[in-house]
């Protein structure tokens, strides 16, 4: 069975960092094409944030967050982060990761889909 295990959430004052993990298992990392980067603030839809294609791949961000968020994997440990920083209130919100074919922003192509790690910004 496929999972998807998000990591690295918490509370940070308006200017900070956090840097979440996203770590699939039960599938080949070779078998994956792309992660997603999604979040979704109570009330609100799920937002794409960024997407990495494997084995060095195309990235791409939505414009809330290009230039202060990054994606990025490393193959050694099968693991996909995104590193965010000068973090907004307005970047609250559950953060999930994704498996998809494709590096697109929006969640219908995705096909699994993790828990969520809650990032809490403070003003």
């Known amino acids: 069975q496929v999972r998807v295990a998000e990591s690295g959430g918490g509370s940070v004052q308006a200017g900070g960092s956090l840097r979440l993990s996203c770590k699939p298992s039960?599938?080949?990392?070779?078998?994956?094409?792309?992660f997603g980067w999604f979040r979704q603030a109570p009330g609100k839809e799920r937002e794409g944030v960024a997407t990495?294609?494997?084995?060095?791949?195309?990235?791409a961000y939505s414009d809330s967050v290009k230039g202060r968020f990054t994606v990025s994997e490393d193959t050694s440990v099968n693991t996909v982060y995104l590193k965010m920083n000068s973090l907004k209130p307005e970047d609250a919100g559950m953060y999930y990761c994704?498996?998809?074919?494709?590096?697109?922003?929006?969640?219908?192509?995705?096909?699994?889909w993790g828990q969520g790690t809650q990032v809490t910004v403070s003003s």
């Open positions: 994704a498996l998809g074919p494709a590096p697109v922003l929006i969640p219908g192509p995705y096909n699994h």
């Open positions: 039960g599938i080949d990392y070779v078998l994956i094409n792309c």
């Open positions: 990495i294609c494997t084995g060095g791949g195309s990235t």
